[in-house]
């Protein structure tokens, strides 16, 4: 019998995060703390938008490109906290996720052997998009020294002719690492002056804790070769929805809608519906979770210095990326002793890329309740392998 299954699907490897995931859905009284999914339920006006359009029966097909009145208010959004002023008409589109927007820019840009930049460690889904569209990943392997920003220096090392787009996960998962304007003016100058295209990947925008997140499209040059990849899963508390959307130049999004039409249809109509109400009276709902965000993150870093783990700080995202090389164990060993010794579920650095190899991904996208029970657990895990380690 002829083999049924492509060899590129084959070889790519499943995801290091719910490999942990589903170790914890199988063990009683485990704490997870490895899933980046906001504790919070979606604010109660945005729901009940949502089953208000239900009840009205909007249970039809969109428009492909997503609502019309949507795709305004995103541009609306997107105009007053990045400032880039996009035409909902041509230069929006809203997708089933920030995932399927990251997919879909990668398949409409790519031919095969271009090459892709991907700073790691970075969102899992990079990696494998970019095999999936015959691109090339290129790895940029981020340093903790500078607290895993992208330099210049950096950028230019990996360039080649075949060099064709840059992704810039910023506010980061797993590290919660920031790009400030300074930091992003640079790699501007470098694309441009490369003709390189940039993927920027901004789900965690309102999550950041050191002034305001800005966006690579606003620098000069940069509004024309970059598509900005967003959504209200992380911000809005609203995984379950599914909905993201992209912007950028017409000539890239009419190319991505082809793709979306064939394989998507649109996105759910009644996710779109409580998406409007989320972008026109959620702003509130977003500062009252980024200052619990906050709070749970400086707790996190007090008890790590408590713990002697060191940790650089993070301030975007809901993430911190402590260093684990003192042990002497990998970061999978760590992951798995910590998880079968005190039932606290964390994810190994290595899911984000082999650069992650001795940190540790741990979200605060929990209770503090939570946090701190698996915070003392994690202490005395510490203080054990420092015992064993004498």
């Not at 604010?43 to 609502?67: A, C, D, Q, V």
Request: hydrophobic residues 40%.
């Amino acid at each position: 019998m002829r083999n049924p299954l492509s060899t590129k699907i084959v070889d790519i490897k499943p995801s290091g995060i719910r490999k942990f995931f589903d170790i914890v859905n199988e063990m009683d009284d485990a704490i997870s703390l490895g899933v980046g999914e906001p504790d919070f339920d979606t604010p109660w006006h945005i729901r009940e938008e949502g089953i208000f359009s239900l009840e009205s029966g909007k249970t039809f097909y969109t428009s492909n490109t997503g609502l019309k009145e949507l795709r305004k208010e995103i541009s609306h959004y997107l105009l007053r906290r990045i400032g880039v002023k996009y035409d909902p008409n041509h230069q929006v589109i809203v997708t089933v996720g920030g995932s399927e927007a990251i997919d879909i820019a990668l398949r409409s840009m790519l031919d095969p052997g271009d090459e892709v930049l991907i700073p790691q460690p970075s969102y899992v889904s990079y990696e494998p998009c970019t095999v999936l569209a015959d691109g090339v990943p290129v790895i940029i392997n981020l340093k903790e020294e500078n607290e895993f920003r992208l330099t210049k220096e950096e950028l230019l090392e990996h360039i080649t002719d075949k060099t064709k787009i840059l992704i810039l996960p910023f506010p980061n998962n797993p590290t919660g690492a920031i790009m400030e304007e300074d930091d992003l003016r640079a790699i501007a100058e470098v694309c441009v002056e490369k003709d390189i295209f940039v993927l920027s990947d901004e789900i965690y925008s309102e999550l950041t804790y050191k002034g305001e997140h800005t966006s690579i499209a606003r620098m000069p040059g940069m509004a024309e070769r970059t598509i900005v990849i967003n959504g209200f899963s992380k911000s809005y508390a609203m995984t379950g929805w599914r909905l993201g959307y992209a912007a950028g130049p017409t000539q890239i999004i009419e190319q991505m809608l082809k793709i979306h039409q064939f394989a998507i249809m649109c996105a759910p109509t009644t996710s779109q519906y409580a998406a409007i109400e989320a972008l026109r009276n959620g702003d509130k709902d977003v500062a009252d979770m980024r200052e619990s965000y906050d709070q749970r993150r400086r707790f996190l870093m007090h008890s790590f210095k408590k713990m002697g783990l060191d940790c650089f700080e993070p301030f975007g995202a809901f993430y911190v990326f402590p260093s684990i090389k003192r042990f002497g164990l990998t970061s999978e060993e760590f992951a798995t002793r910590l998880l079968m010794e005190e039932k606290v579920a964390v994810v190994p650095g290595t899911a984000f890329g082999d650069c992650g190899e001795g940190f540790l991904r741990i979200s605060y996208a929990y209770s503090l309740a939570d946090l701190k029970k698996a915070l003392s657990k994690i202490e005395a895990f510490v203080e054990r392998l420092d015992r064993e380690n004498k």
